[in-house]
């Protein structure tokens, strides 16, 4: 990607005090020197000679390491973030901690890159996203969001599946949950309306898409939005799905039992969250 866009890199260590003595099966960096010498290592084997590759060693030692990678993405000023999970527990982990805490700063998106636990880092193949899911809601402040997912297929030649989820009556909450409880019937005539639309909706996004020269196809599904969008990803056999995120003002919802940390927890691909704004 950085080769693509000509960008900067930044490789990043932050050293935690008292770490363990392996992370993922390997050495612990806990010293600065042994940090410096590392990222000058993945900096050579991982980049051509004529790349710009920055190596920066965070030296304060901080337990917070999610805070630390936070920081210094205020004082390092990055366009993406980009990190790597480790197996299923990766996802747990990261969303447990790390990666929720730089996704809540809200300030630029953050790629999650899956990677095999069994394939070793010289035998990975590069990352080129060949399928992009994109969940659609019909909401204008996401359009920000599949701003960046058009840009990364455009990029790859990626082609992009828009799908958008209408409840089942008895999935609804809150008031609409009344509404559907005394008045059954319209409450679901009303779902099978807001699926036509939706999908019209789709339809028109997916021209639109199509005109800038890419590859795009739609669907609505009807179920739980999070079971909904995996299901999609699985059918579509998409090696990326983008979703937007409403930074640290939504960080309570966005990480409690919502529909990105329930999809992150169950897709087996990569996941770019982008921030949007109101």
């Not at 960008?7 to 600065?32: F, K, M, N, Q």
Request: proline letters at 5%; glycine letters at 6%; charged letters at 25%.
């Amino acid at each position: 990607m950085a080769a693509k866009r000509s960008a900067t890199v930044t490789l990043l260590h932050i050293i935690e005090p008292d770490a363990p003595e392996s992370v993922h099966g390997e050495r612990h960096l806990t010293t600065e020197q042994d940090a410096a010498a590392y990222l000058e290592d993945v900096a050579r084997r991982a980049f051509p000679s004529n790349a710009h590759v920055v190596c920066h060693v965070h030296s304060a030692a901080t337990a917070a390491v999610a805070r630390g990678i936070a920081d210094q993405g205020f004082e390092l000023e990055p366009d993406t973030v980009v990190m790597t999970m480790h197996g299923r527990s990766g996802w747990r982990f990261l969303f447990g901690s790390i990666a929720q805490q730089v996704a809540a700063l809200g300030t630029v998106p953050v790629l999650l890159v899956r990677s095999d636990p069994k394939e070793r880092p010289a035998e990975a193949a590069p990352w080129a996203p060949r399928r992009i899911v994109f969940p659609h809601d019909n909401d204008p402040i996401h359009e920000q969001s599949l701003e960046a997912c058009l840009e990364l297929a455009e990029l790859y030649g990626a082609a992009v599946h828009l799908v958008e989820v209408v409840p089942r009556a008895h999935q609804l909450g809150g008031a609409q949950a009344l509404t559907g409880t005394l008045l059954p019937a319209a409450t679901r005539a009303l779902l099978d309306m807001k699926d036509a639309e939706a999908h019209d909706e789709l339809l028109r996004h997916g021209k639109e898409i199509e005109s800038k020269g890419l590859r795009c196809t739609v669907e609505t599904r009807r179920g739980d939005p999070a079971s909904a969008i995996v299901q999609a990803r699985r059918e579509q056999d998409a090696d990326l799905i983008v979703m937007g995120t409403h930074g640290r003002a939504g960080t309570d919802a966005f990480w409690t039992g919502s529909v990105a940390s329930r999809v992150a927890a169950r897709a087996r691909c990569s996941l770019l969250l982008v921030p949007v704004r109101g």
